[in-house]
């Protein structure tokens, strides 16, 4: 089993930047493609970006290309998301999850795939 812990959300400016940090407990890390979520009050929940295994390749939400970048520390067991350029629509809690998989390169886009979840944290961005 795997537990996740999210960090690094606030309260940022229309323009800004926030880095949110993701820890995973276990000494399985490298097992999972992992996931960055995220859900506005009274709308789904939606994908924001998925990193592979070992890092070398990703998968982002058009609403967030060019502006958010996942990445992933395995001796670190955490994978962080670099979101710059902030706007308002960007407002939502934010969830880590990761998806277990023997498929080395593989990762994914659908919240169906992945088996464990954070509790999320809390970014809001003002106008």
């Known amino acids: 089993q795997v537990q996740l812990v999210e960090s690094g959300g606030g309260l940022v400016q229309a323009g800004g930047s926030l880095r949110l940090s993701c820890a995973a407990s276990?000494?399985?890390?490298?097992?999972?493609?992992m996931g960055w979520f995220r859900q506005a009050p009274g709308k789904e929940r939606e994908f924001v970006a998925t990193i592979t295994q070992s890092g070398g390749a990703t998968d982002y939400a058009d609403s967030v290309k060019g502006r958010f970048t996942i990445s992933r520390d395995n001796a670190k067991n955490t994978v962080y998301l670099q979101m710059n350029s902030l706007r308002p629509e960007d407002t939502a809690a934010y969830y880590c999850a990761a998806a277990g998989t023997l498929l080395s390169g593989t990762y994914y886009t659908s919240s169906l795939q992945y088996d464990y979840w954070g509790q999320g944290t809390q970014v809001t961005v003002s106008s």
């Open positions: 276990g000494r399985t890390f490298t097992r999972y493609a």
